[in-house]
């Protein structure tokens, strides 16, 4: 029999996939289960948005479209870069994808040979490990671990370019930990990034509208305007508007690189489908009331969690301000035995399973973002769900011994 391609032995099966799999597995047996687990934002995006794509359903032109993404979409992605503050971009700058996973699949075929050096700070978004072994680059994992709020230091950043990988990807606000770097945290690290020119520098930021208590968003770019030559700006429909499914992501930076990815979606996607097109457009320069509204909601779930956890004895859990997630060090549990159950708790793995079967409750294990110490609570649930599910966690605690 024919073999498969040697990449394809590279590429795992989503960790968070398996334990939502478990979750709905328990759930179709009849258990009352609290999901944690998967990162979706849980709400709809405005009618606006459908509006839109019930009329260009109606309006369908029947032809293939850009491999960069319309017009209209480019120009609506450039007007929301420049409420972010990123400004000075033209179409030409701008690529779209199917999601910011694509672009950022892309991004590694367009920039990486194989062998090349990736960087990215760990904890770090799963997929990120997968696509850099599916196109063979060498990882360099840059660890930030809870006693530093899982941030990257200045002084790790000029160890880890010093050493001039071709790549270093960066995450704000971050998935899994909810960390937001403050504008003085990414003046300090541009400050490093501009000694270094040899490495492309990307930035994921697609959590950038959901930032808490006034911390703002800040990109290297707005540190060091002359870093728009290498910083590669990623952006998505996904989070902010309660579009995962649409599939829209996109990027910002140089011509060259945007072309790229053009060049390579000109061979696979092709284009954007109209109609996702014209919601896109919709989303990007229609009523922000939905994303801000849930933005407010999830700083207020955000402090429901960590009133928790700060409550419980031995967790460590720096205190996010973006995103949806809050990622405690749980490695206290590490070699007690749960009561009820009789089971050991070994590691993240252990307790997230036992938790899951004990309680209920579905949370990632750290480990699937290279945290083995922690796990990760992603908290978007319908609002009733959150301090039931946040007790049962508690009493899980209490019962370890
Ligand atoms: C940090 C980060 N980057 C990228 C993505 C992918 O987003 P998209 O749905 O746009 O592919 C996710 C999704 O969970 C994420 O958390």
Redo the contacts with the bound molecule.
Sequence with gaps: MPQLASRIGRAKPSAIMQIAEKAKRLKAEGRDIISFSI?VPNFLPGEHVYEAARNALAHDSGQYGSNRGADAMLDAFIEHMGKLGLTGYGRVNCATGV????I?YNLAEALLDEGDTIAFPTPY?T?YLDIAEIVNAKIELLPCPPEQDYKLTPAQLDAALAKKPRVFLF?NPS?PTGMVYTRAEIDALAEVIVKYPDTWIIT?D?YNKMVFDGVGYHNFVHSKPELKERVIFVD?L?KTYGM?GWRV?FMAGPESVAKAVVVLNSNHITNIPEITTAAAVAALSGPQDVPEGKCAEFQSKRDQVMQVMDSIPGVVCPRPQGAFYVFPDISCSFGKTHGPTGKAIANDVDFCSVLLEAKGVACVPGSAFGEPRAMRISYTCPTPQLAPGMARIKEFFGELA
């Design positions: 990162g999601g910011a996973k694509h950022l978004w997929s995450n998935n994921d697609i998505s996904s995962p992501g």
